[in-house]
Structures are given as C-alpha cells and as structure tokens.
C-alpha cells in the first residue's frame, strides 16, 4: 500500500510522466474519455479522464492500463493486455496513439494502437524482433524513429516507424553501444541521441542522420558515475 500511495502522490503532481523502468508507470495525455469502475466518484456520473497509465507487469507477462482522474490523479483500473516475456518499460510515441514494449526475456517489442479509452490493441504484427535482453524503447520527439537499448548484446536496435505506428527495422539494424545499454534518450532537435550504458559507468553519444540512423560521434563516449541507469536532456537542449 506505501509503494501505491507513493506513485498516486507522483500522478498528482506531475501532469505528464514517462518513467522507463522494470514494473514503472508511463503516463500519457491523450485526450481520451471514459469512466473509471471502482472505489470514488458519484452516483456513476461518468467522467473525463484525458491521461491513462501503462504498467508493465514483468512477473506476469502484461500490461496493466489505468484512467487517471483529472482532478484527484488518483489511477482507476481499466484492464491489461498481454505482452512478449518479462516487459520492462512501456513506451508511448509524441502522437500518444501507439505504444511499444521493451520484453526483456524474449527479445522483441510490443507494438500496439491506443484507443480513445486508453486501451491498448496489439498490431496486424504484434511484436518485431530486438537483440539480446531490451531494456527500454525511446522514440524521438517527431515520432518517426524508435531506439531499443539490448543490455545484453551491448548496442541500440534502430527502427522506423510507419503511419500505422509499427517499427521496421533500418539497415544496419543495430549499432553498438557500451556495456550493458539499458536506456536511450534523444535530444530535443531530434539531431542527438544517448545511451547510458550501465556496467560500462559511460554514456555513448551519437548523431541522428536524416534517416533516423544512429552514428557514432567523433569522441563515441564520454564518462559518468558508477551504474549509469539513465540520460536526461534538459527541454531547451
């Protein structure tokens, strides 16, 4: 109950969260509606909730998906779909219509459409091929390119994403990273990109070609602190 009130206190003060994480919450503003079951409310009033919360449940092979109420931020139950073996982290793309799950045991993605509600539907193709242990999925701020950090195969597997939202794989399809990648972050301009790589305790940086492919910089990595778990770059870049 502490771990639960904990992430509801979160969902109340943040309008809009996107943790990468095993069993994490990603919340999205989609301007969906719907009414929440459960505990609260009045008299069965429906009501407008324009964010939904995906959990990835790595015990049990799924994906939890919540309303968020507007106006306490409290998380209503609305069901869960499956996913591949062990998800770690659920990924939504800037147009909040479709969401990507990184399975950690199987070695793909998830890919599914989100309906008005906030439900998540898996694609004619429900999951494309990583390499080895994906950790997260990052997708890059025009929603035209999705990155996966493969922990265990040491590099980024690199995508294109179509109008219907679904990934395919660019040419080369992967490109190496340092030990244990376990996170992506593009920046803003959608020019650079991150990979905090975790038992390498360093950050391999790259340029962002015009096909969304990822190219070494000139000085490929720069140290950090012991375990690296993730990069953030600041809004203004």
Known sequence: MKKENKIIKVVRYFSLLSVIGLGLVSIIGTGGGGSGGGGGGGGGTAAVYPRFAYVANS???????????????????QGKVDSGVSPTSVTVDPSDRYA????FASDNV?????????????MTTPTVPAESAPYSVTVDPSGSYAYVANRSSDNVSQYT?????????????TVGAGSFPVFVTVHPSGNYAYVANNNGDNVS???????????????????????PISVTVDPAG
């Open 59 to 77: 015990s049990e092979n799924s994906v939890s998906y919540y309303a968020v109420e507007n106006d306490t931020g409290r998380l209503r139950y």
């Open 110 to 122: 998830s890919q599914y459409s989100i309906g008005t509600d906030g439900a998540l539907t898996p």
């Open 161 to 173: 994403i179509g109008v219907d939202g679904a990934l395919t794989a660019m040419t080369p399809a």
């Open 100 to 103: 990507y799950v990184a399975n």
């Open 205 to 227: 940086q790259y340029t962002i070609g015009a096909d969304g492919a990822l190219t070494a910089m000139a000085n490929p990595t720069v140290t950090a602190g012991d375990g």
